[in-house]
């Protein structure tokens, strides 16, 4: 298991607002490269194959409406411990739980509508690479 490496996705809302420069740059300035990356508008297929696991929640529904509402950003960063550094750049789901200085805290405007999603553990960064850009010739670099 490639421990180096997660996928984030800069979501709608942080393409809508052209905040995608900003917190881009915020990732590269904690270290982590990027490996990968694409602009894509998500089919509701696409959006509800990737977020399954949440498919009994109430705001299942809402999240594939936000998730296919606009471009999305999927890309593969790499850093060593590279889920938990990125989950800890981002700051809680809900930004009002983010710690100060995190992605989430200085750019999200609610728990549904919070910039950027982080894989939550090495297995499914794995999965959720594969996802994105595993089958279609976009294959993350070698930047090492
Ligand atoms: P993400 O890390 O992309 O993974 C699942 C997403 O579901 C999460 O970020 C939130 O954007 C969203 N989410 C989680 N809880 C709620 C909620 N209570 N209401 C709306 N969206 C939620």
């Known amino acids: 298991m490639n421990t180096n490496r997660t996928l984030a996705i800069l979501k709608p809302d942080c393409v809508r607002r052209a905040l995608s420069g900003s917190v881009l740059q915020q990732i590269e300035n904690a270290g982590f490269k990027v490996c990968a990356l694409h602009m894509v508008q998500l089919s509701r297929e696409r959006a509800e ?16 409406d936000f998730m296919t509402s606009g471009p999305c950003i999927p890309m593969v960063l790499e850093k060593p411990n590279a889920v938990e550094a990125f989950r800890t750049l981002i700051g809680a789901t ?51």
């Open 94 to 144: 809900d930004p009002q739980d983010a710690d100060e200085g995190t992605i989430r805290k200085r750019f999200a405007s609610s728990k549904a509508e919070n910039i950027v999603h982080g894989s939550d553990s090495p297995e499914n960064a794995h999965i959720e690479i594969a996802y994105f850009f595993g089958d279609h010739g976009s294959i993350p670099v070698d930047i090492s």
């Open 49 to 64: 194959g990737f977020y399954a696991v949440h498919r009994e929640r109430p705001f299942f529904n809402d999240l594939i």
